[in-house]
């Protein structure tokens, strides 16, 4: 309980996000637990260490109940626990109505410009609903007893805020939307369009990664809802509640580079690349959760295009596309997979021969031990994602680079571009641009690279999370009442 005690005024920081942080399987019987895939666990873990807390979120492993209490509760990192992880069970139908089919069949097509077209079903919506109900009991039963700040995650709980200001007015509440928020003509092709809104406007602070997305919201609910907005100070007037609306760009915990590279990444690269039959030629590695969000096929397109526009550079590197399965359940992704196998064995039979194989698509999921260890050692990292509120994988490819080397090729519509200018900006939707950036990552001069590298570095170790983190809750600390006696840790 001590450490779920932060300085912010003496007020518990709790964190609602549906991923948890940790997840614990089982692997030859035994329980063993991984860290998941994706930008907002990578993000927000560092800052909850360092301010200790709560983070409730939905039990997703086969083990999860075999090592909490009986409130679902355990501390994590699970080797040297210092905050307190809340897990929250969910029935299938609940996963399948709130996670697969509201969030990431309604939300994730809507905010982003992807042409998928999103998947408007009323069952999923009272799923969604209810269980944003059930998160909030949880969240009101860990903020029992004293003053609070409640710091929700993502599209999963647009509801959540409002539910919880009408339980407890004294509650501080900020979200930060990791993806983009479209323009209004978009958004509002949504059925539930107001009850979205509305919930999200019973937040203190809200957040998101860009001014665009920031206009693109006041737009939305200029057009949709009764009140008054003042884009000067960034605020939104509803009834008796005031939102600030600010973006505040993500990023990472530069320091962890060093940690997972370790003392010996060079040996660990080794290994990797004899696992893989890399040989010692150059890598492009891409990293990503497999979604259409991301441009994989069209980066793939690039890979061909690129050999064959430069024959000469057959058998001289490979492609690497890590890719951690996602969301399966959805046919869209389950499709996509299938669509990147299908091309990776058509550009391999095409260009490839016996000794040599120009794709490697390793579709399974990856720790962040050998994801830096291929960072690292890769002549080129390729982010291609067709919209992308941030893109982390960008940023973390940077801070593996102590070296000064490798080229990040990045889709110019990713929040990460309008930070990392001295990356190759590319447009993902142009096959042929893309290969020219493919082109530049093999063949770019050193010095070039370590020009543009150190400004990179330089800017994300300066804009990491801790900023980030500290930025936004200051912005809501100043809404935290009189502060109390912290106790002692
Ligand atoms: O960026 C949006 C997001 O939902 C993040 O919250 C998360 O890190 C990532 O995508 C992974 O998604 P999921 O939690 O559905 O695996």
């Known amino acids: 309980e001590e450490v779920a005690r932060t300085r912010l005024g003496g007020a518990k920081l709790i964190v609602v996000a549906n991923r948890e942080p940790y997840i614990h399987r089982y692997k030859d019987g035994e329980v063993e637990w991984i860290r998941p895939a994706g930008g907002l666990t990578t993000a927000l873990d560092p800052v909850m260490q360092a301010c200790g807390g709560v983070w409730v979120a939905h039990g997703s492993g086969d083990a999860d109940r075999a090592v909490t209490d009986a ?41 982003h410009q992807v042409f998928a077209r999103p998947a408007f079903d009323p069952k999923h919506w009272e799923t969604y609903r209810k269980v944003n109900e059930t998160f909030a009991r949880a969240v009101l039963e860990e903020a029992e007893g004293g003053p609070a700040l409640v710091f929700v995650q993502d599209y999963h709980f647009a509801l959540l805020p409002r539910l919880l200001k009408a ?36 937040n203190d602070l809200l957040g998101f990664h860009t001014q665009h997305d920031c206009n693109n919201f006041f737009d939305t609910v200029d057009r949709a809802l009764e009140c008054r907005i003042d884009r000067e100070r960034f605020a939104v007037q509803r009834g008796g509640q005031a939102t600030t609306v600010r973006p505040f760009p993500i990023s990472v ?3 962890l580079a060093d940690e ?64 951690a399965p996602s969301r399966t359940h959805i046919p869209a992704y389950r499709d996509l997979t299938e669509e990147v196998n299908a ?52 940023k973390e490819f940077v801070t593996a680079r102590g070296d000064d080397r490798g080229v990040l090729v990045l889709s110019q519509f990713t929040g990460a571009a309008r930070e990392l200018p001295d990356a190759v900006l590319v447009n993902p ?61």
């Open 71 to 111: 409130n679902g509760r355990v501390g994590v990192p699970p080797d040297d626990p210092n905050y307190v992880l809340r897990r929250v069970w969910l029935t299938k139908d609940e996963e399948e109505g709130y996670y697969y089919g509201t969030a990431n069949s309604m939300l994730w097509p809507l905010c």
């Open 167 to 202: 339980a407890r007015p004294d509650l501080v509440t900020a979200q930060f939307w990791h993806i983009p928020w479209p323009g209004p003509e978009k958004f509002l092709v949504c059925p539930w369009a107001k009850e979205l809104l509305d919930g999200m406007l019973g």
């Open 253 to 255: 915990d530069p320091a």
């Open 260 to 323: 997972y590279l370790g003392d010996d990444w060079e040996s660990r690269a080794t290994a990797l690349r004899k696992k893989h039959r890399l040989g010692d030629r150059a890598l492009i590695v891409g990293v990503d959760r497999v979604d259409y969000t991301k441009g994989i096929p069209e980066r793939l397109q690039a890979v061909d295009r690129l050999l064959h526009k430069h024959p000469e550079l057959k058998g001289q590197f490979h492609f690497v596309q890590v890719g």
């Open 343 to 394: 091309l990776a064995e058509r550009i391999n039979w095409e260009h490839g021969t016996d000794e040599w194989q120009p794709v490697v698509f390793l579709n399974e999921h990856h720790g962040p031990d050998d994801i830096f260890v291929l960072y690292r050692t890769a002549a080129g990292c390729i982010v291609s994602s067709l919209h992308d509120g941030m893109n982390l994988v960008a």
């Open 429 to 489: 939707f142009d096959v042929e641009e893309m290969a020219d950036g493919l082109y530049a990552s093999l063949t770019m001069s050193g010095s070039e690279q370590e020009r543009r590298m150190r400004r990179m570095r330089a800017q994300v170790d300066d804009h990491n999370i801790y900023r980030w983190a500290g930025m936004l809750l200051s912005e809501v600390g100043k809404r935290v009442p009189d502060p109390v006696p912290v106790p002692a840790v």
